[in-house]
């Protein structure tokens, strides 16, 4: 299994670069399948996030649009997949960070009631407390 970094997940996304975007191709085709998927991990996708977001102005609709085919693709694993897809329900349809969606999902995974912020949005979503 070889793990995938973010600017690897990025250029094969957006493909703005056709030298790397052959490169990526090549490597996903050589070196991922179904039997031994590119491991996609939740440092990358949300790096992969804010860089969608900030860098290449996707909106919010495009940004889970991505990431849920990323979910669906059997060539990579993505690290705690029902997580992420838990969080980018919460992401849909709350004005939160990706991030912060799925830092409550995992630590509802992991037995937390709730999960202490500071960040007024987030303290309005199912599975925050804002500290007062």
Same mark, same amino acid.
């Given at each position: 299994?070889?793990?995938?970094?973010?600017?690897?997940?990025?250029?094969?996304?957006?493909?703005?670069?056709?030298?790397?975007?052959?490169?990526?191709?090549?490597?996903?085709?050589?070196?991922?399948?179904?039997?031994?998927?590119?491991?996609?991990? !939740?440092?990358?996708?949300?790096?992969?996030?804010? =860089?969608?977001?900030r860098?290449?102005?996707?909106?919010?609709?495009?940004?889970?649009?991505?990431?849920?085919?990323?979910?669906? =693709?059997?060539?990579?694993?993505?690290?705690?997949?029902?997580h992420?897809?838990?969080?980018?329900? =919460?992401? !849909?349809?709350?004005?939160?960070?990706?991030?912060?969606?799925l830092?409550?999902e995992?630590? !509802?995974?992991?037995?937390?009631?709730? =999960?202490?912020?500071?960040?007024?949005?987030?303290?309005?979503?199912?599975?925050?407390?804002?500290?007062?």
């Amino acid at each position: 299994m070889i793990g995938l970094d973010t600017n690897v997940l990025i250029r094969h996304l957006v493909e703005d670069d056709p030298l790397q975007t052959r490169q990526v191709a090549k490597l996903l085709a050589d070196r991922c399948s179904e039997a031994e998927p590119g491991f996609v991990n !939740r440092i990358v996708l949300c790096e992969a996030v804010w =860089t969608l977001d900030r860098t290449y102005g996707y909106g919010r609709a495009d940004i889970v649009r991505v990431l849920e085919a990323l979910i669906f =693709t059997r060539e990579l694993l993505i690290e705690d997949r029902e997580h992420v897809a838990a969080a980018l329900k =919460t992401y !849909r349809t709350h004005k939160i960070d990706f991030s912060d969606a799925l830092i409550v999902e995992i630590n !509802r995974a992991r037995g937390c009631k709730a =999960t202490a912020t500071f960040d007024r949005r987030a303290s309005r979503v199912s599975g925050f407390v804002g500290v007062n």
